[in-house]
């Protein structure tokens, strides 16, 4: 069975610091990483998308990478803000699936 | 401003009742998918939808019925639900494969 976990499950930093979120997973078979965003009661906003074959992508602050040997993707956010609040999921597509971890639940502190 | 669009945002229905949920996209893109969230958890695929013909059904029980009447949109008939399929309910589209799945708001689903 494919598993996708993230540590850690809750994260509560000042505003300004670096933090690195991370998401593991089994099963090496060819897949996208994807992370996701999502504030309270909404949906799910695509923050990056690292292809099989690629090792890292960035996005202004953010900046992905995904470690197919040992089956592990960090998110780093730089300087964090209060508005990079929410929870962060990342998805392991393959093939028309999605299975999503159980999401960091992130919290930016003025 | 989302590319995919769900309707309604919020719905309360009864165990008897029958609605439906609706999405819509105009990216072209020729794969579609509704998920359930239940609170604090990731979302859950139901159904997928490629080129308007159901690919993948992950077992839903038969009181949620999907629907791609073209290209376009997705709708989830509901009927008969019970008070545990209260849960967002997220539609998404992709190119399809490995391409990048583009989620809208979600409807949130009451049943009382």
């Known amino acids: 069975k494919q598993e996708v976990t993230q540590i850690p499950a809750a994260l509560s930093v000042p505003e300004g610091e670096n933090l690195v979120l991370n998401c593991s997973f089994t099963?090496?078979?060819?897949?996208?990483l994807q992370w996701f965003r999502q504030d309270p009661g909404k949906g799910l906003t695509s923050l990056l998308l690292?292809?099989?074959?690629?090792r890292e992508q960035t996005s202004g602050r953010l900046n992905a990478s995904l470690d197919k040997s040992s089956g592990r993707s960090t998110l780093y956010i730089a300087a964090s803000q209060p508005g990079d609040s929410a929870t962060y999921l990342c998805g392991k597509t393959s093939y028309d699936k999605v299975i999503f971890g159980p999401g960091t639940s992130l919290s930016v502190i003025p | 401003d989302t590319e995919v669009t769900q309707t309604p945002k919020h719905l309360v229905m009864g165990m008897t009742n029958k609605k439906s949920l609706k999405c819509e996209q105009h990216m072209g893109h020729r794969a579609m998918y509704w998920y359930k969230q239940k609170a604090k958890k990731p979302p859950e695929l139901m159904f997928v939808?490629?080129?308007?013909?159901?690919?993948i059904n992950e077992s839903v029980p038969s009181r949620f019925s999907p629907e791609c009447p073209n290209s376009s949109l997705l709708n989830l008939h509901l009927h008969a639900l019970q008070p545990e399929d209260s849960a967002l309910y997220l539609c998404?589209?992709?190119?399809?494969?490995?391409?990048?799945?583009?989620f809208g708001d979600g409807t949130r689903l009451s049943i009382l």
């Open positions: 099963d090496s078979a060819i897949y996208n």
């Open positions: 690292i292809q099989s074959s690629q």
């Open positions: 998404a589209s992709s190119r399809g494969g490995l391409q990048p799945q583009h």
């Open positions: 939808y490629s080129y308007e013909k159901l690919s």
